[in-house]
């Protein structure tokens, strides 16, 4: 696999350079910005594998990056901010960010949710490739997504959550299993999490399509088109 790079935008010297140095010793290439804008000059030029994005940033806050990246491109970010609350995490799931890390990090936390990201948007598996569900297509090894002929631009996390269901249509897949799949740890994130990227994911099934193929089955997870 080549080198994949990283792009860390953190106005903190000290934690941008921890987070650098952490992900170099991994073999990855680091590319640093200390200010908003300077995050999205590099996002723009070096066309980074992952984002890891402050939200307190000089310039131009960390949401607005997002917002911007997130017009631009589907390259995976994962949030690293002091701000926990609840909301503040399904707001920014909602612009699109893949995954949330809370200030002060655990080292060892990074590089897994770090890996475990690149790991669902790289390596093609010749035993997961092309799914074909109906009018639904789900091609791992391109990352593409089409319903009804139509591209669906999707974020890493939304993928790999669509991938669990189409490898195993009409399975009825619970959110814990789901969460292990596709976070590939066990289970202990806020259950509105993965409800809010699932929504997120029907949405967009939904507007490029006209219909959502996902199946909601109530105190248990979700099914992709279940047995009528």
């Known amino acids: 696999m ?10 903190d010297r000290e934690a941008n350079q921890l987070l650098a140095e952490i992900l170099t010793e991994r073999g990855m290439k680091v590319v640093q910005a200390f200010t908003g804008p300077d995050g999205l000059r590099l996002a723009h030029s070096e ?13 131009k806050s960390g949401d607005e990056v997002l917002r911007v990246i997130r017009e631009r491109s589907q390259v995976p970010v994962i949030v690293v901010s002091a701000r926990e609350t609840t909301r ?3 707001d920014l799931l909602n612009l699109g960010a893949d995954d949330y890390i809370t200030k002060p ?9 770090c890996e475990a990201t690149l790991r669902r948007v790289g390596n093609p598996n010749p035993e ?3 799914h074909r569900v109906r009018e639904l297509l789900v091609d791992e090894d391109a990352h593409r997504v089409e319903i009804a002929g139509c591209a669906v631009q999707l974020t890493s996390t939304e993928f790999g959550l669509l991938a669990v ?10 959110k814990s299993r789901l969460y292990s799949e596709v976070w590939e740890e066990e289970y202990g994130y806020e259950e509105r999490t ?3 990227h699932m929504s997120n994911l029907r949405r967009k099934l939904r507007e490029a399509g006209g219909h959502d193929p996902v199946r909601t089955v109530w105190g248990i997870g979700y099914t992709l088109l279940p047995q009528e």
């Open 105 to 113: 990090f655990d080292i060892d936390e990074v590089v897994a949710r």
């Open 165 to 174: 269901l189409a490898r195993n249509p009409r399975m009825v897949h619970s």
């Open 128 to 130: 997961r490739t092309v």
């Open 88 to 90: 503040t995490k399904i």
């Open 47 to 59: 066309h980074p594998d992952l984002v890891l994005l402050d939200l307190m940033l000089p310039w």
């Open 2 to 11: 080549d080198q994949v790079t990283v792009l860390v935008v953190e106005d």
């Open 194 to 196: 993965i409800n809010v």
